[in-house]
């Protein structure tokens, strides 16, 4: 396995050897283990340049026999729920988690150009928009704030 730059990942590690390092830490502090499918999927995230969705992954584990549909949304599952992933809930489609060593609400900033996405912390934001939620007695949940436009690669 190459060990290549992650420098998409904004504050995450800088190298995929690196990252899955931390990754397997992050996992058993949470009380989860990253098992070699959740390792698998993790750096299938960890390389792509955009977000990817959860049949191309599938069909990059072509050869392993015990990945299936439901085998792999039970995985991506688990590294949502382990901050390790996001889900850009307009495109169904997945990207690694850029700042994982701390909980946050993301930003995901969707190039109309080249098909990246890059993330940003949310926390101000997120905190006027649950502060207008609650003034409306809505019982939030989850929020996905997804920016569209041109990065600045494809805006030059």
Same mark, same amino acid.
């Given at each position: 396995m190459k060990d290549r730059s992650l420098s998409h990942l904004g504050c995450g590690p800088a190298q995929l050897a690196e990252a899955l390092r931390e990754a397997e830490d992050l996992c058993r502090k949470r009380g989860g283990a990253l098992t070699p499918l959740r390792k698998m999927v993790l750096t299938f995230l960890l390389e792509a340049d955009r977000p990817i969705k959860a049949y191309d992954m599938l069909q990059k584990l072509r050869?392993?026999?015990s990945a299936n549909p439901p085998t792999i949304y039970r995985t991506l599952e688990f590294l949502i729920e382990t901050g390790l992933a996001h889900r850009i809930e307009s495109l169904n489609a997945? $990207?690694? =988690?850029?700042?994982?060593?701390h909980g946050?609400?993301?930003?995901?900033?969707?190039c109309e150009g080249c098909g990246s996405a890059g993330e940003l912390h949310a926390g101000e934001a997120y905190k006027k928009l649950?502060?207008?939620?609650?003034? $409306?007695?809505?019982k939030?949940?989850?929020? $996905?704030?997804e920016v569209r436009g041109? =990065?600045?690669?494809?805006?030059?």
């Amino acid at each position: 396995m190459k060990d290549r730059s992650l420098s998409h990942l904004g504050c995450g590690p800088a190298q995929l050897a690196e990252a899955l390092r931390e990754a397997e830490d992050l996992c058993r502090k949470r009380g989860g283990a990253l098992t070699p499918l959740r390792k698998m999927v993790l750096t299938f995230l960890l390389e792509a340049d955009r977000p990817i969705k959860a049949y191309d992954m599938l069909q990059k584990l072509r050869d392993d026999r015990s990945a299936n549909p439901p085998t792999i949304y039970r995985t991506l599952e688990f590294l949502i729920e382990t901050g390790l992933a996001h889900r850009i809930e307009s495109l169904n489609a997945y $990207v690694a =988690c850029g700042h994982w060593d701390h909980g946050h609400a993301a930003v995901f900033l969707l190039c109309e150009g080249c098909g990246s996405a890059g993330e940003l912390h949310a926390g101000e934001a997120y905190k006027k928009l649950a502060q207008e939620v609650s003034g $409306v007695n809505f019982k939030m949940r989850s929020a $996905v704030i997804e920016v569209r436009g041109l =990065c600045q690669a494809c805006a030059a």
